[in-house]
């Protein structure tokens, strides 16, 4: 253990400086700091996205819709959460907390706005009736492993990831917490998946799609370069079922969409038609976008 040992004040202020990588993502209060009207497309389904885990989940289900037949297009604009886009008081309209994804649905005969990735998905799925069974204890099991995911993912995100691949300092402490917490979710899913195809059971659901985003590329090696360090082979049917999930095609357009790192023929910045897929993926628009 460090010997620099913090004490702290008696009172709390904010250190803008003192956030490591993505300092400029986070502040303490909520709120517009700039004026900045978001773009609308001409589709029922506006979203407003960045390609981490949880604007994967939505752009997954979306291609998912549309691929099962449901009239589901969309619109998918960036938003550039490094350069404050989600601070701009059109997506605070949207989404008071500043995070993406978010949605407005104008489907109806109203505009809705639906934010966090949990919420866009249930209402998709119970508004097409689809990767959702209606009621029972299917539905409950689905229920179930979608909430596991969003009370379990901080501790892989926002912990895990932040101190082992994002903080400014390595410090053993909080690695050692938040590895301890990721590997015993590794294990739980691990074990869930033993005897069951997909997550919530025998068939493919907004459980599984909220799910892999996250564990499924952890376990693919692609999360936090961290791979080795957590042994992700070691949970097979985990990683067997991240590899499944993987083959959807549905899944392979869903994870380009609004990405904005990686290989640029994986990058879509913006989705409006299908065609966009093979026509307006960075490798083919480069500094157009």
Do not use: C
């Amino acid at each position: 253990m460090s010997d620099d040992t913090y004490t702290p004040p008696e009172v709390w202020k904010w250190d803008a400086e003192n956030g490591g990588e993505f300092a400029s993502i986070n502040r303490p209060i909520s709120g517009a700091t700039h004026d900045k009207e978001l773009p609308i497309g001409k589709h029922p389904f506006q979203l407003y996205s960045l390609a981490t885990p949880n604007g994967v989940k939505v752009t997954v289900m979306f291609e998912e819709l549309l691929a099962a037949g449901h009239d589901a297009e969309y619109d998918a604009w960036i938003i550039r959460i490094n350069d404050g886009d989600q601070f701009g008081s059109g997506f605070v309209d949207i989404n008071p907390n500043s995070k993406i994804p978010a949605l407005m649905d104008r489907s109806g005969p109203e505009p809705l706005r639906v934010f966090e990735s949990g919420s866009i998905l249930l209402h998709l799925a119970e508004k097409f009736g689809a990767f959702l069974p209606a009621s029972g204890p299917e539905r409950t099991a689905v229920m179930n492993w979608l909430f596991w995911q969003m009370g379990s993912a901080p501790y892989l995100g926002g912990g895990f990831g932040h101190f082992y691949a994002y903080a400014p300092e390595k410090w053993q402490y909080p690695i050692d917490r938040f590895t301890m917490e990721v590997k015993r979710q590794l294990d739980v899913l691990d074990k869930q998946l033993a005897d069951n195809a997909f997550v919530a059971g025998k068939e493919y659901s907004i459980a599984d799609m909220a799910i892999w985003p996250w564990y499924g590329n952890l376990a693919l090696g692609r999360q936090y370069n961290a791979g080795t360090f957590l042994d992700v082979k070691s949970y097979t049917n985990v990683v067997a079922w991240a590899e499944k999930l993987l083959e959807r095609p549905a899944v392979q357009r869903g994870r380009m969409v609004n990405r904005a790192i990686g290989a640029l023929e994986e990058q879509l910045h913006e989705r409006h038609d299908a065609s966009d897929f093979e026509t307006k993926t960075q490798d083919k628009i480069g500094d157009a976008a």
